[in-house]
């Protein structure tokens, strides 16, 4: 009896005490300009139905903040607190009615008191507020500050504090809006982390011990606009300045992009309307051809190295400028007009004009390679580190060596001996090279994992690439030409598919893997086609017209374009379509490869049907010049001539007059008069 008591005693008091809210246990003490949160909260809240919180100065009975009728009342608020005072809207129907006073001033200090209605009932706490007289205030820019492409820009931070410059434990510039470190300030050291801005930003050391930690960018690119927080700790406070980045619309690197895009893509189509839509002499035709090789492909490389100093990534702009720097390479080796070449040149074209591309692309590939494994060198270590220089330079030097023997052969000037040596290191560089190519990435990307993984494919890769596809299956096999290259072509597939799958395997932690993935495999299906005109000496590439305009004209003018979306986009957006212009470039590539690809394997095929369809044309076309011949000699001819040529016209005529009961007297008077 005297237990229940108690027990109806102790809720007759919570009934009458009414709602419990709950705040600090102590006085808050925060520094000024800081930030600080005064609790308030219940520990149920049954219904947000007819709440309402209150936050007042005890002193003035100042209006601090209104949560009313489901919404923040901000337009009650006394002015010292508008765009200072914050609920927590999200924790509201969970109890927390904590306010967030922002900018802590010295008027500030003093009591709050929290009062919460719900329904009927009511509740409240105090808070208090101490102002720590140590102060710790840092300053940006009151403006948002511009910048065009290219330029440098400086993002200003001071420190006015009492704290001595030594005791400054952290100073961390951040983009915000993108949760990027850019520039950190700690142990008297400077780091820079984020590969976007690793050489471009930098303090000024001089200005430091003034407590000046403003920030120098260089070299302003367009994703680099957004919100940056610069934001100090030191002697136990904190505190931060924003600054806000933004551009200055189109910039001269810009408008010279477009302008070599434009120029580009204009020269591709003129020149392909003046080769094949006019009629020409066969020298005017060929200095054309000359020029739509070289020309169009030129001025893309000039963009996309304008497209690097601006706005690429250092691998995307290099493997972009490398291949339109090699293109007409591959055009050469393509085009219906190679007999015109005569001597070494056309030697050099026919036989090594797409090993060339092949050689000198991998040598700035790995390059490029070798330097992102650099950039990660604090993740390699010991054997993994030695192997990534040591697989580097050998690749870099059977690279040089082929290069060399391409020369020599080009320049037929040097001595029997010193060409066959060239010619066999060659011949072992380029049977060597893909293996430790396939190494190289696989330590790069994915480190010793792959260790394996290389063990089980190296031989198979290595007497796939050793193996005389047409000698061994002619001579002991007796095969037909289709055969062997049906054989050849199910092989590489399978061989490639292979490769790409551990390639995306050792990629899948990579920020752009989808750009290097596009590299790769083109890289790989070159090596196909480089591989097919080394094992099958007595192919001839079929000279389809409508495959060299897709490769001269049209891979141009597809990445042309997208140069320019690219470019507007990120200039007004400050986010482009794709991200890395590689995917476009070596996709457009690649398919131009796979289709010559396609075209020497199955050119036992291809090549009568062209004949056939080159025969049909030329019937066709004789047909109708015979016709037109013809009728311009009948229409040349006096009537009484062609009178008597065709007796038949004349039968006819005779039969109309019987059947008219006329006579036609004028032919018999034209051949009178005549």
Known sequence: MRGSSCVLMSVLLMIADGLIVKGPSGPLVAPLGSSVVLPCSVDELLSVKDLEVEWRRTDSEALVHLYQEGESRTESQQQDYQDRAHFFTDQIQHGNFSLRLDDLRAEDEGQYKCKVYIQQESGETVVQIKVNAERLLVSGSSRSISASVGEDVTLNCSVDSHIPPGDFEEVSWTKTDEDIQVLLYQDNEAHSSNERYRDRVEFFPAEIPKGNFSLRLKNFRTEDKGVYMCKVFAGGLSANATVLLEQLGFSALHIMMLILCISASGSALLLFCLIYCRSNTNDTVFRLQMFLVFCPNVLMFLAFVLWGVSEGSLFESVSCCALYFLRPFMLLWTAPYINNFTGNIKTWVRKYSSRSEYIVFSAVFYSVLFKSAVDKSLNYTGFEGVMIIVLFVMVILFNLIYIIALLLKLIGKSSERMI???????????????????????????????????????????????????????????????????????????????????????????????????????????????????????????????????????????????????????????????????????????????????????????????????????????????????????????????????????????????????????????????
């Open 420 to 674: 066959t040596i060239f010619d066999e290191l060659a011949e072992i560089s380029f049977n060597i090279l893909p293996s430790l190519q396939f190494i190289l990435i696989f330590y790069s990307f994915g480190s010793a994992r792959g260790g394996f993984i290389i063990v089980a494919v190296l031989p198979v890769f290595t007497s796939v690439m050793s193996y005389d596809w047409n000698t061994e299956f002619d001579q002991d096999m007796g095969c037909s030409p289709a055969l062997r290259r049906s054989v050849w072509l199910t092989v590489m597939m399978l061989i490639n598919a292979v490769l790409v799958y551990f390639y995306i395997t050792a990629l899948e932690n990579e920020k752009d893997r989808v750009g290097w993935v596009c590299v790769i495999v083109f890289l790989q299906t070159l090596w196909a086609l480089v591989n097919f005109a080394y094992s099958f000496d007595d192919f001839d590439l079929p000279r389809v017209a409508a495959v060299y305009v897709f490769g001269s004209v049209g891979v141009v003018l597809l990445n042309s374009v997208a140069l320019m979306i690219e470019l507007i986009l990120k200039t007004v957006n400050g986010e482009g379509a794709t991200g890395d212009m590689r995917i476009i470039v070596f996709s457009s590539e690649l398919l131009f490869t796979l289709i010559l690809i396609i075209l020497m394997v199955f050119e036992p095929w291809i090549t009568p049907c062209l004949q056939s369809c080159t025969k049909s044309m030329k019937s066709c076309r004789a047909a109708a010049a015979g016709s037109q011949n013809q009728e311009s000699q009948s229409q040349n001819q006096n009537p009484a001539e062609a009178h008597a040529m065709n007796p038949l016209l004349n039968t006819q005529h005779q039969e109309n007059s019987r059947s008219t009961g006329t006579e036609e007297a004028q032919p018999d008077s034209v051949v009178s008069q005549s």
